[in-house]
């Protein structure tokens, strides 16, 4: 065994500020002309605002196929229902993971709380054997995501993947991911292994701070190379992002919006059955 190595950050991404739904204004770093897709992942949103105007329109129903669809919310509550009966309200720490497969329409309905509304929200690609599968629902409470110190001076909220013992409760997901919201103290380092075929990125946002050795701004995004594990060190105040990770498909990828498949006639047959109105209970 040879000795660790850090993962060198090989890009650094300013989110392009732009509108989706009904006039929501994102932060978006996936899922752009500079950077389409970051192999599983799709499409990586920040969101968040004291103006309603800039939020409260929404997404309104819209058909999802071929992915996995993950909502954090740090401000506020979004308001969900969907064509299984399922109505819900992602509040304030809470997660939100669907596994779409062959389908699911939703509405997603941001609210402040104060006004306040903030969230994350990220695509991760299926591979071509799970496409098709039946939709799958986690709703992570605030209260199940563990809040750990796994050394001085760094609070980690585990979201999805291991630290030590603890496994977080974000589990079953086809791509072995991680998902981690992390502070990190003034002069206080991380670190984390992370396997090395594993895609991997971190999105900074409150404080600046040193990740891998790079000092980067908050509301960027950080992509990192090959390597072992990542360090992110506390600035001047302390840091916090969210850590990402997960295995790339190498597969073809086919999208059109929100529906992500393999091949241009998989998205042609998923648009016949929209029209059709035979959308997502067909094969
Ligand atoms: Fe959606």
Not at 44 to 60: L, M, V
Not at 154 to 160: E, H, K, N, S
Not at 163 to 183: H, K, R, Y
Request: glycine content about 10%.
């Amino acid at each position: 065994m040879g000795e660790k190595r850090i993962r060198p950050v090989i890009k650094v991404i300013e989110p392009l500020r732009m509108s989706d739904g009904v006039g929501v204004k994102v932060r978006r770093s996936i899922g752009t002309p500079s950077l389409s897709y970051l192999d599983p992942f799709l499409q990586f949103d920040h969101f968040g605002s004291r103006n309603p105007e800039e939020y409260q329109r929404g997404f309104p129903m819209h058909p999802h196929r071929g992915l996995e669809t993950i909502t954090y919310v740090l401000a506020g509550k979004v308001k969900y229902k969907d064509n299984l009966g399922k109505k819900e309200e992602i509040i304030t720490g809470d997660v939100q993971w669907i596994t779409a497969g062959r389908g699911v329409i939703h509405e997603e309905m941001p609210q402040g709380i104060g006004n306040h509304m903030e969230a994350f929200h990220l695509w991760v690609n299926l591979p071509a054997s799970l496409k098709m599968c039946p939709p799958r629902f986690q709703e992570i409470k605030d209260a199940k995501i563990p809040w750990m110190n796994p050394m001085k001076g760094v609070t980690v909220r585990l979201i999805a993947g291991q630290i030590g013992d603890v496994v977080g409760p974000g589990t079953g997901m086809a791509g072995n991911l991680l998902l981690m919201d992390i502070t990190v103290d003034c002069d206080h380092v991380f670190h984390y292994e992370i396997q090395h075929d594993l895609t991997a990125f971190a999105y900074i946002f409150k404080g600046s701070g040193e990740y891998c050795g790079t000092n980067i701004e908050p509301l960027r995004m950080v992509v990192f190379g090959e390597g072992d594990y990542v360090s992110i060190k506390g600035g001047l105040q302390r840091t916090r992002s969210l850590l990402v990770a997960g295995k790339p498909l190498g597969e073809p990828v086919a999208r059109f919006g929100p529906l992500v498949m393999n091949t241009n006639e998989e998205i042609e047959q998923t648009l016949r059955e929209i029209r059709n109105q035979t959308f997502p209970n067909s094969k």
